[in-house]
């Protein structure tokens, strides 16, 4: 079935240094790959999102990368600071296919140190 | 301009009573969701809705779990009997079906059950 694999599960890295996040999911036909932050005890946050036909799109510190051909989409935080300390998820769809159904990677747990 | 509202925010429960969390999506969204997290599992997706009409609820762990959406502006999750394995965080979200898979949160419901 589908499935999205997120890696790596942590992730520490000094304040100012960049941090780059990697997923991987299965269904071709996936079209749409949002970004989640969630803080501790909060709810996920939308933070960027990206569609099958673009393949990069950048808002401000973060960006997030899309290859269709492999089957793979990222996320860049550049010049980290300590208050993007969270988890991030990934997510894939096929919409309409799916009619919104989000598949979600297992999360990535960052750190970054002062 | 108000989000996802969920109630009640924290629940603690006895194994074996009945529990009911409630969910008011964001005004004017056809879409909802109701996810539930664990570190074990991440994210779930239990049940979703469109146009008050249950989708796909393939992710209902067993027949304790019911949820209903009687009207586009209330819906409620019902585990009966609850049991302490159900203990997690329940998390509702909703989209607007132009963009169905563009889902946002609300704060969750944190259930405990002794």
């Known amino acids: 079935g589908e499935n999205v694999e997120q890696h790596p599960s942590t992730l520490s890295v000094q304040e100012g240094d960049s941090a780059v996040i990697k997923c991987t999911y299965s269904?071709?036909?996936?079209?749409?790959f949002p970004w989640y932050k969630q803080e501790l005890g909060k709810r996920p946050q939308l933070i960027i999102d990206?569609?099958?036909?673009?393949g990069e799109k950048k808002d401000q510190r973060i960006a997030v990368t899309l290859n269709k051909t492999a089957k793979h989409f990222s996320l860049h935080i550049t010049e980290t600071q300590p208050e993007d300390s969270a988890v991030y998820f990934c997510?894939?769809?096929?919409?309409?296919?799916?009619?919104?159904?989000?598949?979600f990677g297992q999360g990535t747990t960052l750190q970054v140190k002062p | 301009d108000a989000g996802v509202i969920q109630s009640p925010r924290h629940e603690v429960t006895e194994m074996g009573q009945e529990v009911t969390l409630r969910c008011k999506p964001i005004?004017?969204?056809?879409?909802l969701f109701w996810y539930r997290q664990t570190m074990m599992r991440g994210l779930e997706l239990l049940i979703y809705?469109?146009?008050?009409?249950?989708?796909?609820d393939s992710g209902m762990p067993e027949d304790r779990f019911s949820a209903k959406m009687p009207n586009a502006s209330f819906s409620t999750l019902k585990i009966q009997p609850s049991e302490p394995r159900d203990s997690a965080v329940y998390f509702c979200?909703?989209?607007?079906?132009?963009?169905?898979?563009?889902?946002?949160f609300g704060p969750g419901t944190r259930l405990t059950v002794l």
């Open positions: 979200a909703s989209s607007f079906g132009g963009r169905a898979d563009t889902q946002y």
């Open positions: 269904d071709s036909a996936s079209n749409y």
């Open positions: 990206i569609r099958s036909n673009v």
């Open positions: 997510a894939a769809s096929n919409y309409p296919g799916n009619t919104g159904k989000l598949i």
């Open positions: 005004s004017g969204h056809d879409y």
């Open positions: 809705f469109n146009n008050n009409v249950p989708i796909d």
